[in-house]
Nanobody
């Protein structure tokens, strides 16, 4: 049984920073990709950033230069450092993991396990 648990969300003013964490429990030996997604009210879930087991990363264009994804493989933990936050970043943020090998996908269909999400609210 695999469990994915996000934390670190909150409310900040525009220009502020937050760091999200994602702890992954259970049989994790075969996970190759991990990613952060977000979903704002009335919008579809979108991929924000992904990372492969070898450290390669990929970002959605709107967050490049502001967000940084990282992982601690020894502790099965994923992070998302978010700087220069904007009101448009307001959403529920989800952590996801996949056994797929290959290119880093930001498509939700690639990922096998999901957390319940953590809310990020950015005020102007």
């Amino acid at each position: 049984q695999v469990q994915v648990v996000e934390s670190g969300g909150g409310s900040v003013e525009a220009g502020g920073s937050l760091r999200l964490s994602c702890a992954i429990y259970g049989y994790t030996d075969n996970f190759y990709l991990m990613a952060w997604f977000r979903q704002a009210p009335g919008k579809e879930r979108e991929g924000v950033a992904g990372i492969a087991h070898d450290g390669r990363t990929r970002y959605q264009d709107s967050v490049k230069g502001r967000f940084t994804i990282s992982q601690d493989n020894g502790n099965n933990t994923l992070y998302l450092q978010m700087n220069s936050l904007k009101p448009d970043d307001t959403a529920m943020y989800y952590c996801a993991v996949a056994r797929a090998i290959g290119a880093i996908s930001l498509s939700a269909s690639t990922y096998d396990y999901w957390g319940l999400g953590t809310q990020v609210t950015v005020s102007s």
